[in-house]
């Protein structure tokens, strides 16, 4: 990475402008506002102090952070892992190699879990997040749910610690046991929950040689679906149902073309009341159904 004079020694603005270059170069179309926020963040300032300060030259001694900063992302480790922070939902989570990177897709879950579960939410209510990961989908339902508590399970343990970090982070800890698992195993003797929530591995192994490259900085077994991306969902439909209170409802994130085939399974596997739900691309991205009473 070549270190230009006027960057060295000029004002905030021609860094931008540099560092925006730089990330073009490496294949990185939004890299304006990706160095916008990297600044944000070493300076703990807000978009609109970051334009007051554009005429300084390193105003908190930041230039050689942001430049290590800016050399990594050329490299394409994804920007929430070097914020170590990704906004989700009304919440802003401690992200990092451990965990996968919480996706905008994933807040849809979130939204029609909290719009189908009715009732529900005015009562007591446990529910399990399964490979909760950074523990986005839990944190986002007990904030929004006073009653609820979670179980939150992962088979990787450095994911349940930085789940048990966000949970801290926002006073939670006493509202959810974590338990590490893979998918149902812990559970031998068997508990029932009210809601069932997940975004299994869900790439194909074509979406995983054909993906991005900053994905290969993300735990391979937070994406990895098996040959069609669907195993996860094989396994959890089978096993969910006699885990769930009668009436309880079970929600999970899909990947592109898979919410056909998932409905299908819930179908034959004698769930009721099977609902799609498309992102703003108009994907289908959530599948949700009900354990029959
Ligand atoms: N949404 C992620 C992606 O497409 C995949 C997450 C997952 O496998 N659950 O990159």
């Keep these: 990475m070549k270190c230009l004079q006027s960057v060295r020694n000029g004002e905030l603005l021609e860094l931008l402008a540099w560092g925006q270059g730089e990330l073009l170069r490496a294949g990185i179309e939004e890299g304006r506002e990706e160095c916008e926020r990297v600044m944000m963040k070493l300076l703990r300032c807000s978009r609109a102090e970051l334009f007051l300060k554009e005429h300084e030259t390193d105003p908190s001694g930041i230039r050689n952070r942001f430049l290590e900063i800016l050399e990594k992302r050329t490299k394409r480790v994804p920007l929430a892992y070097l914020l170590k922070e990704t906004d989700?939902?009304?919440?802003?989570?401690?992200?990092?190699?451990?965990?996968?990177?919480?996706?905008?897709?994933?807040?849809?879950?979130?939204?029609?879990?909290?719009?189908?579960?009715?009732?529900?939410?005015?009562?007591?209510?446990?529910?399990?997040?399964?490979?909760?990961?950074?523990?986005?989908?839990?944190?986002?339902?007990?904030?929004?749910?006073?009653?609820?508590?979670?179980?939150?399970?992962?088979?990787?343990?450095?994911?349940?610690?930085?789940?048990?970090?966000?949970?801290?982070?926002?006073?939670?800890?006493?509202?959810?046991?974590?338990?590490?698992?893979?998918?149902?195993?812990?559970?031998?003797?068997?508990?029932?929950?009210?809601?069932?929530?997940?975004?299994?591995?869900?790439?194909?192994?074509?979406?995983?040689?054909?993906?991005?490259?900053?994905l290969r900085y993300e735990p391979r077994m937070a994406l990895d679906g098996g040959k069609d991306g669907l195993d996860f969902y094989r396994a959890i439909i089978a096993q969910a149902k006699d885990l769930l209170t009668a009436g309880g409802l079970i929600g999970f994130e899909v990947g592109a073309g898979q919410a056909e085939t998932v409905s299908k399974w819930f179908q034959e596997a004698g769930y009721d009341n099977i609902q799609r739900f498309r992102d703003h691309l108009g994907i289908e991205r959530v599948v949700m159904a009900r354990r029959k009473n």
Aim: aromatic share 8%; with cysteine.
């Design 88 to 214: 989700f939902w009304h919440e802003t989570l401690l992200v990092d190699e451990r965990c996968l990177i919480p996706r905008p897709e994933t807040e849809i879950l979130v939204e029609q879990v909290l719009k189908n579960i009715g009732e529900m939410k005015k009562e007591k209510f446990s529910f399990l997040d399964l490979g909760t990961g950074s523990g986005a989908i839990a944190i986002a339902i007990l904030r929004a749910c006073g009653n609820a508590t979670a179980t939150m399970t992962d088979i990787s343990g450095g994911a349940l610690e930085a789940a048990f970090e966000n949970l801290k982070r926002y006073g939670l800890e006493n509202r959810a046991e974590i338990v590490p698992s893979d998918l149902f195993r812990a559970f031998t003797d068997p508990k029932k929950w009210d809601l069932i929530v997940s975004n299994p591995p869900y790439l194909s192994e074509k979406d995983l040689k054909e993906a991005q490259e900053e």
